[in-house]
């Protein structure tokens, strides 16, 4: 072999292991900066829940404490409420009806929809 085509094969050795230390380097930097974001991400979160848990045991703690509507309002008048109540909805419910309702509305002068025969049909 020549000195040149060993120089030429050697520098060319040389250029792909450099290129390929250098793919794997930038590789590594690169997953170093997304463990290091998703590890911060994952604390952000960490931190965000612990706020979120605080914020809802302090309303849990002020709505126990708040009187209910029942307490604030007299006897008699919790009672005309319930009862306007349930007239209002009684009134609201649909009345109870039998399959008939299922049936097309016919119309006088009109007939009901019913299947063709197949004798009648026109040919095609």
Do not use: C
């Given at each position: ?55 809802l045991a302090e309303a849990d703690h002020a709505l126990s404490v708040l009187p209910t509507l029942d307490d604030a ?14 007239r209002a909805l009684a009134a609201a419910a649909p009345a109870q009806s039998g399959w008939e309702d299922t049936h ?21």
């Open positions: 072999m020549e000195p040149v085509n060993a120089l030429f094969i050697g520098l060319i050795a040389v250029a792909t292991g450099g290129a390929a230390w250098w793919l794997h380097r930038s590789r590594l930097a690169a997953l170093r900066r997304e463990l290091r974001e998703a590890q911060d991400s994952r604390l952000d979160l960490a931190a965000t829940a612990a706020v979120l848990h605080r914020r309002l007299p006897v008699g008048d919790v009672a005309q409420r319930r009862a306007a109540l349930e097309p509305l016919t119309i006088p002068g009109f007939m009901p929809t019913r299947p063709a025969e197949l004798d009648d049909l026109p040919p095609r």
